[in-house]
């Protein structure tokens, strides 16, 4: 009888080894950053970057991207900017699709917000202005620049190197 005792006490230790490893895994918390920047240049024109990247263990699994440009005065006497820069910005992120990106339009902003957590790449800190007789927009697309931060869902980084990353080109990161 004693026998039996000791074959089955080793096999209900697995047992419970085996669920709580389950347990565990079933919920494991997602990792979330959130890193942000503001810049403002000659032209007094304000962008604001606000980015939330969840990791799922060492992967990017979603990155959600609030981007605002804020236009002083002197280019919003009229609609003309506003709408320019929500046209320039649609189109540089065609790529996304447009149920992932929206595009919001104030008497001095544009306000883009988009949620990624396919296979697509965001960049990041890409636009800047000039004012050569009128305002023009140029938007870096290409992701090799060392001038943009460019992020794609499942890239490899942990917390910390990702934070790092983010600080290395201007982000403040939580």
Do not use: W
């Not at 403002?40 to 990155?63: A, C, F, S, V």
């Not at 004012?131 to 499942?154: F, G, M, Q, Y």
Request: glycine letters at 2%; aromatic letters at 8%.
């Amino acid at each position: 009888m004693t026998h039996n005792k000791s074959k089955i006490f080793p096999f209900l230790i697995t047992i419970i080894i085996i669920v709580i490893v389950i347990y565990l895994f079933a919920n494991l918390e997602q990792t979330s950053i959130s890193c942000s920047r503001k810049t403002t240049d000659d032209l007094g024109i304000t962008i604001i970057e606000n980015l939330e990247t969840t990791l799922d263990g060492r992967n990017i699994d979603r990155l959600n991207l609030s981007k605002t440009i804020v236009l002083p005065e002197k280019y919003t006497k009229n609609d003309k900017y506003i709408d320019y820069i929500a046209y320039a910005i649609e189109k540089s992120y065609d790529y996304i699709g447009s149920d992932k990106v929206e595009i919001n339009k104030l008497v001095d902003r544009v306000i883009v917000n988009i949620d990624v957590s396919d296979d697509e790449t965001l960049i990041l800190n890409n636009i800047q202005f000039r004012d050569e007789d009128d305002l023009s927009i140029l938007i870096n697309s290409n992701t090799k620049s060392s001038d943009v931060v460019t992020l794609k869902i499942n890239d490899d980084y942990t917390q910390g190197e990702l934070i790092t990353r983010m600080k290395n080109k201007g982000y403040q990161c939580e």
